[in-house]
Antibody
Framework: QVQLQESGPGLVKPSQTLSLTCTVS??????????WSWIRQPAGKGLEWIGR???????NYNPSLKSRVSISIDTSKNQFSLKLTSVTAADTAVYYCAGKYSARFDYWGQGTLVTVSS | QSALTQPASVSGSPGQSITISCTGTSSDVGGYDYVSWYQQYPGKVPKLIIY???NRPSGVSNRFSGSKSGNTASLTISGLQAEDEADYYCSSYAGSSTPFGGGTKLTVL
């Protein structure tokens, strides 16, 4: 069974860069059938898709975040990562990593709360 | 504003059926048969309950069903149970993105 686990700082200062890593276990991140996404959810609000990366390194991003987002993949470590620059309090949320097969999110990490505050 | 539009809340009594709509455009919901639905309990991880409009993953109750007409997809829960009280989100393939709906809170009266 594929499992995902997010890791990274839980507190980031305004204007700095948020960096998270997702480690995939129980399967290879290089499986050609899956792409790997980041999704976030502010407290009490809905899900927001941030972006995704394919094993090839090709990426797609939410247009509303595109200027600040970067997703990368390290197949040797079975990990993919998220960087979000120039963060503000509006970026405070639970961040999920997820494995996407076709058009559905089959696998989800447990989520990690990132708070933007000085 | 979410890319896909869902009602903020719906409610129903045990045993009844309810339907949650998810309205998009011809560039997402209406253009592809790739709508999925997720159930989320407070403080928990979302769980896939419907994919490709009307398919259920293994282990998901057959009380959950999905359909689509034009630019609107629907999730129907029949024989409503107390355990169905949760938030529900739709999502659709949209080419280079995968937007979610704003979510619908289901209350079982």
């Amino acid at each position: 069974q594929v499992q995902l686990q997010e890791s990274g700082p839980g507190l980031v200062k305004p204007s700095q860069t948020l960096s998270l890593t997702c480690t995939v276990s129980g399967g290879s991140i290089s499986s050609g059938s899956y792409s790997w996404s980041w999704i976030r959810q502010p407290a009490g609000k809905g899900l927001e898709w941030i972006g995704r990366i394919y094993t090839s390194g090709s990426t797609n991003y939410n247009p509303s975040l595109k200027s600040r987002v970067s997703i990368s993949i390290d197949t040797s470590k079975n990990q993919f990562s998220l960087k979000l620059t120039s963060v503000t309090a509006a970026d405070t949320a639970v961040y999920y990593c997820a494995g996407k097969y076709s058009a559905r999110f089959d696998y989800w990490g447990q989520g990690t709360l990132v708070t933007v505050s000085s | 504003q979410s890319a896909l539009t869902q009602p903020a809340s719906v409610s129903g009594s045990p045993g009844q059926s309810i339907t949650i709509s998810c309205t998009g455009t011809s560039s997402d919901v209406g253009g592809y048969d790739y709508v999925s639905w997720y159930q989320q309990y407070p403080g928990k991880v979302p769980k896939l309950i419907i994919y490709d409009v009307s398919n259920r993953p293994s282990g998901v109750s057959n009380r959950f069903s999905g359909s689509k007409s034009g630019n609107t997809a629907s999730l129907t829960i029949s024989g409503l149970q107390a355990e169905d009280e949760a938030d529900y989100y739709c999502s659709s393939y949209a080419g280079s993105s995968t937007p979610f709906g704003g979510g619908t809170k289901l209350t079982v009266l």
